[in-house]
């Protein structure tokens, strides 16, 4: 059995926007005009150029705002990247299962990243925030979408950021049961 992807697939701790890769995801919100969290790092590490690509994005593409799960591009401005990915990660309900939607904001954004000739890409830990998606749950559906869609981009290098060294550890338990069991 190929476990290749996990070859593709790195962590570290700390702030997003230190990070020098080629692309760097943001956990939006559907207005994009920027927020607390991870979101309100990015926009003031970018600068206002940021905000203002963003208005861009909503006035041609996104008029009704970015919707949950889906994805939109921008240059990365004074951070250390060449794009920042905007994505919209679900609010967490336990009465209705929204983990296709957090799917959909990985699953789209390895792609988007490719098809700007990415090689290398950084994920926060979308929705587990201001947003309530249990944290375990989400790390089983970011491993799951790695295992599915990383063997078709073989070239792109996966970094995911974690805020806190507990967080990381609570990724790495749910990744090494995925693991061990084919995933
Ligand atoms: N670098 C890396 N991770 C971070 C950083 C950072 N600088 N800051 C926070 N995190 P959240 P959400 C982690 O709340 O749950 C915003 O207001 C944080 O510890 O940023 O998707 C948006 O505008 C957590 O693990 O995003 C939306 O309204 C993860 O990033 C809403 O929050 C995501 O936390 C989105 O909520």
New binding site residues.
């Given amino acids: 059995m190929s476990t290749a992807w996990t070859d593709q697939l790195n962590w570290t701790t ?4 230190c990070l020098e890769v080629d692309a760097i995801v943001n ?3 559907h ?1 994009l005009m ?9 926009h003031r590490a970018a600068g206002p150029e940021l905000l203002e690509a963003c208005k861009e994005a909503r006035r041609q593409r996104w008029p009704d705002g970015l919707p949950d799960g889906e994805v939109a591009l921008t240059p990365g401005y004074s951070l250390p990247v060449r794009y920042v990915i905007h994505t ?2 679900p ?1 967490y309900a336990k009465t209705k299962d929204k983990s296709h939607l957090l799917a959909n904001c990985y699953r789209k954004s390895l792609a988007l990243a490719a098809d700007n000739g990415c090689t290398s890409l950084a994920f ?10 249990p ?1 375990e749950a989400a790390a089983r559906i970011v491993c799951q979408v790695m295992a599915e869609n990383l063997p078709d981009y073989p070239e792109l290098q996966v970094t995911l ?4 060294d507990s ?1 990381a550890q609570a990724f790495l338990a749910v990744f090494d049961e995925v693991v061990s069991d084919g995933g």
Avoid at 35 to 42: F, P
């Fill in positions: 700390g702030d997003i926007t956990a939006a919100n207005s920027g927020g607390g969290g991870v979101d309100g790092a990015i919209v990660g609010v926060p830990a979308i929705s587990t925030g201001i947003y309530g998606y944290f950021c974690f805020f806190s967080d």
